[in-house]
């Protein structure tokens, strides 16, 4: 059982764990790593915002998001979770991988509402995308969010899709 004598403020101001003599904050530095590390899936109209353009920009901030279920996941995003980028409209696929870089804030675009948006930058284009029809196709994705909650603009990803996607994607 832990006992609050267990937990030892660190030099960034939060807890550590103290196992027997090993500081697990020390070894895995807490501050910066992030085990709960989860998956998204964002989408965005190629005539709007395409990934090339993200690319080109380097950095955007995630905005526009007016469906409370897709802010509320934005809102979930931490600082270090991984994101496909996903073309829809035109292409329908997914073309690439963004990380988390700067968690939910108030969005500077919303003129009423409780509307958030969360800082995201490329990492890599897929080398080769993966289309909404392969998607559907693979038994294996048949409970992704994108194919149950199609409209819903950002959506949660698992460990298994996440897996099964970059290897669709010939990333493995």
């Excluded at 501050?31 to 590390?37: G, R």
């Excluded at 964002?42 to 690319?55: A, L, M």
């Amino acid at each position: 059982m832990l006992r609050s004598s267990d937990a030892k403020s660190n030099t960034y101001g939060s807890s550590m764990i103290r196992c027997g003599a090993v500081d697990l904050a020390h070894l895995f530095s807490l501050h910066s790593y992030s085990i709960d590390m989860a998956y998204w899936l964002v989408k965005s109209e190629p005539f709007k915002y395409s990934w090339d353009q993200f690319v080109k920009d380097k950095q955007t901030f995630w905005d526009g998001v007016r469906n409370y279920a897709a802010r509320n996941n934005l809102r979930a995003m931490k600082k270090g979770d991984e994101v496909f980028f996903y073309h829809s409209n035109e292409g329908l696929e997914i073309v690439g991988i963004a990380k988390v870089v700067k968690e939910h804030y108030p969005d500077p675009t919303a003129t009423e509402g409780d509307w958030s948006v969360v800082d995201l930058k490329p990492v890599k284009a897929l080398k080769k995308p993966v289309t909404l029809a392969t998607i559907k196709a693979d038994k294996r994705l048949a409970n992704m969010q994108i194919l149950k909650l199609g409209r819903l603009s950002v959506t949660a990803v698992t460990d298994d899709e996440w897996a099964i996607i970059l290897d669709l994607a010939g990333m493995v």
